[in-house]
C-alpha cells in the first residue's frame, strides 16, 4: 500500500483528471485484451492447460509495473502528456489486473465461469475501492487540518495506505483501488493541508520506506525463485525459452495494436 499511495500522492490530479480517458482504455481495456491473448497463447502451446488457468498467468503478466514505469520514463526526454498517461495506468491497472486475478482463481478452484457475473464483480470491486478510497481520503484531510504537529503528521499519513487498504479488503473490495483514490484525494488537497516542514520531513520519511519496501519484494522473489527454479528443472530449457518468448512478444505486440483501436475509440 505505501508505494502505491506514494506514486498516487505525487501524480498531478488535474493531469490525471484531463487524461482519464485514455487512461482507463490502456488500464483497464488492455489488462483485459492483455490477459485474453496470453492466455489464447498459451492454450494454443500447451493444450492440457485448462482455460481458467490460462487466464490466470495473463492476469499476472497483464499490467505493467508501475515502478518500472516511473523509473524508464524519467530518463526519457518525451511529452508530459505521455508520462501522465503511463503514469497514471501504472497506477490503475495492478487493480484490475488483480481483480481479474482473483476472478481466474476462483475458476480454477470452482471449475465454473460466467462472463456476466465476472463483468458485475469487476464492476463491483473496482467501484467500491474507489468509493471506500475517497471516502478515507476526505476523512483524513479533514484530520490534516487539525493536526499542527509535523511528527503526528507524518505518522498519520502513513497510516492511510494502510487504513484503506485493509477497510476496502474487509469488504471484498478492491484495496489496491482504495488506496490509489485516497492518494490522489489526499494529494489533491495537500497544499491546503500540509505545511511546508512537513512536507519536508514526509517526503524523507515517504523515499526511505518505499525503498525499503521495493527492497523488500525483491528479496522476496529471491528467496521465492529457488523454488521456482528447482519446478521448471523438470521441462527442456528449450521449450521453456520458447513459451517464455511467445508470451513475451503477444504482451509486447498487443500493447502496440491496442493504441490504435484505444484512440480511434472515442
Known amino acids: 500500500p505505501p508505494i ?3 506514486a498516487a500522492l505525487l501524480t498531478s490530479w488535474s493531469d490525471f483528471k484531463a487524461h482519464i480517458r485514455s487512461i482507463s482504455l490502456l488500464a483497464i481495456g488492455l489488462v483485459i485484451v492483455t490477459t485474453l491473448a496470453v492466455g489464447l ?3 494454443l502451446m500447451v493444450p492440457s492447460v485448462p482455460w481458467a488457468a490460462a487466464f490466470v498467468l495473463g492476469a499476472i503478466i497483464s499490467p505493467p509495473d508501475a515502478v518500472a514505469a516511473t523509473t524508464i520514463l524519467s530518463r526519457l526526454n518525451i511529452p508530459r502528456h505521455l508520462v501522465t498517461i503511463l503514469e497514471g495506468e501504472s497506477l490503475v491497472n495492478d487493480a484490475s489486473g ?3 486475478y482473483k476472478l481466474a482463481i476462483a475458476a480454477v478452484l470452482t471449475g465454473a465461469f460466467s462472463m456476466g457475473d465476472a463483468t458485475t464483480q469487476f ?4 467501484a467500491g475501492g474507489v468509493l471506500i478510497g475517497i471516502l478515507v481520503g476526505f476523512t483524513f484531510v479533514e484530520v490534516h487540518k487539525r ?3 509535523p511528527f503526528i503528521e507524518v505518522i498519520t499519513a502513513l497510516a492511510i ?3 484503506g ?3 476496502a479488503e474487509s469488504v471484498h473490495v478492491s484495496g489496491v483501488l482504495a488506496v490509489v ?3 490522489l484525494v489526499r494529494g489533491r488537497y495537500a497544499p491546503e493541508i500540509v505545511s511546508a516542514e512537513m512536507r519536508i520531513m514526509a517526503r524523507s520519511v515517504w523515499n526511505v520506506l518505499v525503498f525499503m519496501l521495493n527492497s523488500l519484494i525483491f528479496i522476496l522473489i529471491g528467496i521465492q525463485m529457488s523454488d521456482v527454479m528447482d519446478t521448471l528443472g523438470r521441462y527442456p530449457l528449450s521449450q521453456l525459452v520458447l513459451m517464455g518468448s511467445a508470451i513475451s512478444v503477444v504482451a509486447v505486440v498487443v500493447r502496440f495494436a491496442w493504441v490504435y483501436p484505444a484512440a480511434w475509440l472515442p
Open 123 to 126: 464492476a463491483l470491486v473496482s
Open 181 to 183: 483514490a485516497a492518494g
Open 147 to 149: 493536526l499542527g504537529d
Open 165 to 167: 487498504y485493509i477497510a
Open 161 to 163: 495506505p494502510y487504513i
Open 98 to 100: 488483480l481483480v481479474i
Open 41 to 43: 497463447t498459451l492454450k
Open 4 to 6: 502505491l499511495y506514494q
